[in-house]
């Protein structure tokens, strides 16, 4: 017998398959006023995939296109799934384009981004793992060098 170990939402997005360890960094990074929306963060559930797996609930919100790239950064694998009325009515995978901007922090502190009111541009070199190269002063990033805006 299958079991739900997250209760459903009637409208709204559910990121999933998010590495467990990610689950709160997700979360944080959606901004989302706690007391505005009904959000389910599930941490630790049992995923045939992942072994482990984080999943995030939020009732009444479709993620834009800037909030999927940042889950795309933190959680590679995971996977946003809008629902409309108890139904899931569309389901992707996170992906990250060919070029972030305004999102991503260049590392080098004598960047022009880090100094000018510009935004930043960083081109994604490779995707797994995440490799970043500034525009502007050609620097590039990877892992803990990685910081979100």
Known sequence: MRQLQVSAIKDGTVIDHIDSKSTFKVASILNIPAESRLILVGMNLSSRQLGKKGIIKIEGKVLNQEEAN???LIA????LNI???FE???KRRVSLPEELVGIVKCFN???ISNHERIQTRLKVVKKAPVRLR???CERTMEGEDIELL
């Not at 590679?76 to 996977?79: E, F």
């Open 70 to 72: 940042k889950i795309a």
């Open 134 to 136: 500034c525009h502007y």
């Open 88 to 90: 899931v009515v569309e």
């Open 76 to 79: 590679p694998n995971a996977t």
């Open 109 to 111: 502190p004598n960047c």
């Open 83 to 85: 629902i409309k009325n």
